[in-house]
């Protein structure tokens, strides 16, 4: 696997706005968080990480060379909250780089990845280090995250399908083996990952751009495990204008980013032989699932990258000229068919789930999709 070299700082120099002193006792936890032009929402991204109890030892924001007023509005909070370190970068070099230098400042036993834009929910720490104390093996502790769509105003929940309906360790066995029914139940906006390993992966590949966090994390559960815990950790604020988004809707950038998880993943001896051919499929799936629902429908992905043969293309091109509710109906009810993402009864049982337990959810979100 061909990893970054987040030990290197010579070509992006830092301005360290709060002076480093040596930790007085180890530090347990270090939140680290990205940020680009993010001045107007960090700040409660901030505050609710300093609320979670226990607080993080050590917030690090690595300002990406913001060009809006991030830089003050940061100081100000550095003035309430003295774990709040920031780093200034002189260039702007990408969000992956900028969590590979955060990673590199780091001093915690745990690092969490956050992101500006995005807001912790309470009891995210708490259960997350508690689960991680009674299982140090495992490589991190995850649980699940609100999906709040900026562009729409819907609020839906991930992952699709629970791993484990109770808090519990899965070895990297039975990691590979829930990956034969659904593999996109790790949010990295929900994790507290061992340093140690995250380092030894050499941080994340920014080669896989917006998914390189989503290739770390799945290569150390199946190396080391992890633990899963049926808890509402986040809120993840997604809109067209996201590195995801865009690098999904575009496809030559979404071919090129499939075929470079292929090729790693085929060489890479952590990831099972038949997984690259599953995982294809549930990117062709996910990519198309996003381009139906866009207004319009991104007839170029869906015909390009998710259609497999003249059948496929006949049918995803008509739904994307018919357009509508029913064209997007047609063209989810094609994709789910053909490449079969995931489990009809994992769906129903996890949507059960949380509709039989409310609570879960908590307070100040909308209903929306499962």
Not at 14 to 34: D, G, H, M, Y
Not at 53 to 58: H, I, K, S, V, Y
Not at 63 to 70: C, G, L, Q, V, Y
């Amino acid at each position: 696997m061909t990893t970054p070299d987040f030990h290197s700082q010579a070509d992006n120099p830092r301005t360290e706005i709060r002076p480093i002193a040596e930790p007085q006792r180890p530090l347990r936890l270090s939140a680290i968080v990205p940020n680009y032009n993010h001045g107007a929402v960090i700040g409660e991204a901030i505050r609710a990480l300093a609320a979670q109890m226990p607080p993080p030892d050590e917030i690090v924001v690595v300002d990406d060379a913001s060009r809006d007023d991030s830089l003050r509005v940061l100081a100000d909070l550095a003035a309430d909250y003295p774990t709040l370190r920031i780093i200034a970068l002189e260039t702007n070099g990408g969000a992956i780089a900028a969590l590979n230098r955060g990673l590199h400042e780091a001093r915690g036993d745990y690092v969490y990845f956050g992101a500006a834009d995005d807001v912790t929910r309470p009891g995210l720490f708490s259960a997350m280090l508690d689960i991680l104390a009674s299982h140090p093996q495992a490589a991190f502790a995850c649980c699940e995250g609100a999906v709040q769509d900026l562009d729409t105003g819907t609020v839906g929940y991930r992952p699709p399908v629970r791993p484990a309906y109770s808090a519990r360790l899965l070895g990297p066995a039975e990691v590979a083996e829930s990956f034969r029914r659904i593999d996109n139940w790790i949010l990295t906006g929900t994790a507290v990952v061992r340093r140690d390993l995250m380092t030894a992966n050499g941080g994340f590949d920014a080669t896989f751009g917006a998914f390189a966090d989503a290739y770390a994390m799945r290569r150390l559960a199946l190396l080391h495990g992890c633990c899963f815990v049926p808890h509402l950790g986040m809120i993840w604020r997604i809109s067209s204008q996201g590195l995801s988004r865009q690098q999904a809707g575009d496809p030559a950038a979404s071919l090129a980013m499939l075929a470079t998880a292929l090729e790693h993943m085929s060489a890479d001896p952590a990831f099972p032989a038949w997984y690259p051919a599953v995982f294809a499929r549930r990117w062709r799936f996910g990519v198309g699932r996003i381009a139906a629902g866009s207004e319009p429908m991104n007839a170029a992905i869906l015909t390009q990258v998710s259609a497999r043969g003249p059948v496929g293309r006949a049918v995803l091109s008509g739904a994307a000229r018919l357009g509508g509710r029913i064209g997007r109906l047609i063209a989810l009810a094609w994709l789910t068919l053909r490449e079969r993402p995931t489990s009809f009864i994992g769906l129903a049982a996890t949507k059960f789930t949380r509709l039989a337990f409310p609570s879960w959810r908590g307070a100040g979100l909308d209903d929306g999709p499962a």
